[in-house]
């Protein structure tokens, strides 16, 4: 059948749009066929368009193989980068009909390095089809991506056993790798798994049955997509409108969002969560007015009938079946920055239109694609798995990923690049999560700062070792009880002989050592304390962290700039010299890095101002906020 036109009539195009749709992906290990099983695919059904068959053509008797089969793989690979190296790079979408279905296809890349490609693919597909080159079997990325399929919700795979033309077409060779993937994918806990030996190149079981494989009497690859029925998916019957967006004109507010589960009309009794506020629907519109009822995956915009607090990111539930609201859970994920995973850091969770602060507090294991094995870990390195205890600044309302995608997963951004680092699913929500809850005090910060005469804050130091900050922290700790403030030093040194007497100077423990400091500086300026902080405080991430615990105005970032040609002339202690020699690892620059402040509100450049000079510089500062 040819391709449909833009030009199609009426009548068609209704019976297009009534059509079947089937999401799927290809995947699987780099050079296993994908794009060419797919440009393979749409050529032998003729669903080209001539413009592409002629590119096929032309490109054919360039590289002078007039004889040669086309090079299926350039109906895909679009970027000049995948065809010079001959991979797939980016995830390549491609829309095509039968008269039976329509399908939306994402051709993944197989190479590791792009395994966040495939996972954002595999994010909104039904199927997976599976490729297993029949000379190497299953490898690493082969079941790296059936564990992403798995965790991501695919339950049915075609395992595409392809270049069975190179083993001769050997059934004993097909039966093994089969019984293998069939093995991996229960480990992985992928419900159904079929396999059909082919060959893209050649077009063997592609569309057509091959002589040359009469020993196998399954379906084709065309044949199995145009009929497979996707598994039901596991979704909430009752109402789930998360709200995208609040819409306002003219003295009309209404709710815009997509519905992810069951259905909304006027007068339905909902529930605002994670606010817990109950209401009824009074209107239901789409893009051209007022309807009676909108299921599921139509987007819509409602109101209710009352006036009631309602944002972007809040969750319009059905009141007789709400789900859960929670701020701690346990997920899964699947880490895709290039800096690793350390628990404690901070990063902004992006899901169903809301945003909140998260914290990964323990990785509870890792998991080894190869085996399913549980390992220990402290942290996660690029495309690793693990399974890990997500704390958020704020109750979202949640469900578990199994019921639902929208509202159990969840991506991860890094809070300094804005890149994506993870997807991740919800599995439950902690206990402690429902169980402790903020116990109201009648003395407030407010009443204890009163009785000091003084406004609380957190003065952090951060610079290189050697640079100075204890010595002049100390410095503007006596002028300020001198003057009769209320005050506390937090010492870097004097903290690890106690508070972090545990901890090391991996990343993963540096992470650790800020998060708790922070915290306890901020219950001592609740005590009405001017707390003084000084650490080396590394990295920018953690110092926002710690920022982000006080109000406006309450936080004070000292930058003690110190060359570290200077720091390491003073090393008071001997460390640079040590870590020189090798004696000493991850010291912070030698061969751990400091990230200078940006924006510090006093930024001291060390070059032979007497100490308490600079301590009244800092006191000064305080004085006139």
Same mark, same amino acid.
């Given at each position: 059948?040819a391709?449909?036109?833009d030009?199609?009539?009426?009548?068609?195009?209704?019976?297009?749009?009534?059509?079947?749709?089937?999401?799927f992906?290809?995947?699987?290990?780099?050079?296993?066929?994908?794009?060419?099983?797919?440009?393979?695919?749409?050529y032998?059904?003729?669903?080209?368009?001539?413009?592409?068959?002629?590119?096929?053509?032309a490109?054919?008797?360039?590289?002078?193989?007039?004889?040669?089969?086309?090079?299926?793989?350039?109906?895909?690979?679009g970027?000049?980068?995948?065809?010079?190296?001959?991979?797939?790079?980016?995830?390549?979408?491609?829309?095509?009909?039968?008269?039976?279905?329509?399908?939306?296809?994402?051709?993944?890349?197989?190479?590791?390095?792009?395994?966040?490609?495939?996972?954002?693919?595999?994010?909104?597909?039904?199927?997976?089809?599976?490729?297993?080159?029949a000379?190497?079997?299953?490898?690493?990325?082969?079941?790296?991506?059936?564990?992403?399929?798995a965790?991501?919700?695919?339950?049915?795979?075609?395992?595409?056993?392809?270049?069975?033309?190179?083993v001769?077409c050997?059934?004993?060779?097909?039966?093994?790798?089969?019984?293998?993937?069939? /093995?991996?994918?229960?480990? #992985?806990?992928?419900?159904? =798994?079929? $396999?059909? &030996?082919?060959?893209? %190149?050649?077009?063997?079981? @592609?569309?057509?049955?091959?002589p040359?494989?009469?020993?196998?009497?399954?379906?084709?690859?065309? /044949?199995?997509?145009?009929? #497979?029925?996707?598994?039901? =998916?596991? $979704?909430? &019957?009752?109402?789930? %409108?998360?709200?995208?967006? @609040?819409?306002?004109?003219?003295?009309?507010?209404?709710?815009a969002?997509?519905?992810?589960?069951?259905?909304?009309?006027?007068?339905d009794?909902v529930?605002?969560?994670?606010?817990?506020?109950?209401?009824?629907?009074?209107?239901v519109?789409?893009?051209a007015?007022?309807?009676?009822?909108?299921?599921?995956?139509?987007?819509?915009?409602?109101?209710?009938?009352?006036e009631?607090?309602?944002?972007?990111?809040?969750?319009?539930?059905?009141?007789?079946?709400?789900?859960?609201?929670?701020?701690?859970?346990?997920?899964?994920?699947?880490?895709?920055g290039?800096?690793?995973?350390?628990?404690?850091?901070?990063?902004?969770?992006?899901?169903?239109?809301?945003?909140?602060?998260?914290?990964?507090?323990?990785?509870?294991?890792?998991v080894d694609?190869?085996?399913?094995e549980?390992?220990?870990?402290?942290?996660?390195?690029?495309?690793?798995?693990?399974?890990?205890?997500?704390?958020?600044?704020?109750p979202?309302?949640?469900?578990?990923?199994?019921?639902?995608?929208?509202?159990?997963?969840?991506?991860?951004?890094?809070?300094?690049?804005?890149a994506?680092?993870?997807?991740?699913?919800?599995?439950?929500?902690?206990?402690?999560?429902?169980?402790?809850?903020?116990?109201?005090?009648?003395?407030?910060?407010?009443?204890r700062?009163?009785?000091?005469?003084?406004?609380?804050?957190?003065?952090w130091?951060?610079?290189?070792?050697?640079?100075?900050?204890?010595?002049?922290?100390?410095a503007?700790?006596?002028?300020?009880?001198?003057?009769?403030?209320?005050?506390?030093?937090?010492?870097?040194?004097?903290?690890?002989?106690?508070?972090?007497?545990?901890?090391?100077?991996?990343?993963?423990?540096?992470?650790?050592?800020?998060?708790?400091?922070?915290?306890v500086?901020?219950?001592?300026?609740?005590?009405?304390?001017?707390?003084?902080?000084?650490?080396?405080?590394?990295?920018?991430s953690e110092?926002r962290?710690?920022?982000?615990?006080?109000?406006?105005?309450?936080?004070?970032?000292?930058?003690?700039?110190?060359?570290?040609?200077l720091?390491?002339?003073?090393?008071?202690k001997?460390?640079?010299?040590?870590?020189?020699?090798g004696?000493?690892?991850?010291?912070?620059?030698?061969?751990?890095?400091?990230?200078?402040p940006?924006?510090?509100?006093?930024?001291?450049?060390?070059?032979?101002?007497?100490?308490?000079?600079?301590?009244?510089?800092?006191?000064?500062?305080?004085?006139d906020?």
């Amino acid at each position: 059948m040819a391709a449909e036109r833009d030009n199609a009539d009426a009548p068609d195009l209704i019976a297009y749009e009534q059509r079947d749709l089937l999401r799927f992906i290809t995947c699987g290990s780099v050079d296993d066929g994908k794009s060419t099983l797919l440009g393979r695919l749409l050529y032998d059904a003729d669903l080209l368009n001539d413009d592409e068959r002629a590119v096929l053509e032309a490109e054919r008797r360039r590289a002078g193989r007039a004889h040669d089969e086309p090079d299926f793989s350039l109906l895909l690979d679009g970027l000049d980068e995948e065809r010079q190296q001959g991979i797939t790079i980016d995830v390549a979408y491609r829309f095509f009909t039968t008269p039976t279905r329509k399908f939306i296809v994402a051709d993944c890349p197989g190479h590791p390095q792009y395994t966040r490609n495939m996972a954002t693919g595999a994010s909104t597909a039904q199927v997976a089809l599976m490729l297993v080159d029949a000379r190497k079997g299953v490898l690493t990325q082969t079941r790296r991506h059936s564990y992403i399929c798995a965790l991501l919700g695919i339950r049915q795979v075609l395992l595409a056993v392809n270049k069975m033309d190179l083993v001769d077409c050997d059934a004993a060779v097909f039966e093994r790798i089969e019984r293998e993937c069939r /093995e991996l994918a229960a480990a #992985v806990g992928i419900e159904q =798994a079929t $396999a059909i &030996p082919l060959s893209a %190149l050649r077009g063997d079981n @592609v569309v057509k049955r091959s002589p040359r494989m009469a020993w196998y009497q399954g379906p084709t690859l065309l /044949e199995w997509l145009t009929t #497979v029925q996707p598994l039901p =998916a596991h $979704a909430e &019957p009752a109402l789930r %409108l998360p709200v995208q967006w @609040v819409s306002r004109a003219d003295g009309f507010r209404g709710f815009a969002g997509t519905v992810a589960a069951g259905s909304v009309a006027p007068g339905d009794e909902v529930v605002v969560l994670p606010s817990g506020v109950h209401s009824r629907i009074e209107r239901v519109l789409d893009g051209a007015g007022d309807i009676e009822r909108a299921g599921r995956g139509d987007a819509v915009t409602v109101t209710t009938r009352d006036e009631i607090d309602i944002s972007r990111g809040d969750v319009l539930a059905a009141a007789s079946s709400p789900p859960e609201v929670a701020d701690q859970f346990a997920v899964h994920l699947l880490w895709m920055g290039d800096k690793p995973l350390l628990p404690g850091r901070p990063y902004t969770l992006q899901r169903a239109g809301s945003r909140a602060l998260a914290q990964v507090t323990a990785i509870k294991h890792r998991v080894d694609v190869d085996t399913q094995e549980h390992m220990a870990a402290t942290r996660l390195e690029v495309n690793e798995v693990g399974y890990a205890n997500l704390s958020l600044d704020q109750p979202i309302a949640f469900e578990p990923y199994a019921r639902s995608h929208v509202l159990g997963g969840f991506l991860l951004i890094d809070r300094q690049s804005n890149a994506t680092v993870a997807c991740g699913t919800i599995d439950f929500a902690l206990r402690r999560a429902s169980n402790i809850h903020w116990q109201a005090l009648d003395v407030d910060r407010a009443a204890r700062a009163a009785a000091k005469q003084q406004r609380p804050r957190c003065v952090w130091f951060t610079g290189l070792s050697g640079a100075g900050k204890s010595t002049i922290a100390n410095a503007l700790e006596r002028q300020l009880h001198a003057r009769g403030m209320h005050t506390y030093l937090l010492d870097g040194d004097n903290v690890r002989h106690g508070l972090n007497r545990d901890l090391g100077f991996t990343p993963e423990d540096r992470v650790e050592n800020i998060r708790r400091v922070a915290e306890v500086a901020r219950l001592m300026t609740d005590a009405g304390l001017i707390v003084l902080v000084s650490f080396i405080s590394p990295y920018r991430s953690e110092r926002r962290m710690a920022r982000e615990l006080f109000g406006e105005g309450d936080f004070v970032e000292v930058f003690v700039d110190a060359p570290l040609e200077l720091c390491e002339q003073r090393d008071p202690k001997g460390l640079y010299a040590k870590a020189r020699a090798g004696e000493l690892s991850n010291f912070t620059g030698i061969d751990s890095p400091y990230e200078p402040p940006l924006e510090p509100e006093l930024h001291l450049e060390v070059n032979g101002e007497p100490v308490d000079a600079l301590a009244r510089r800092i006191a000064q500062w305080i004085d006139d906020q």
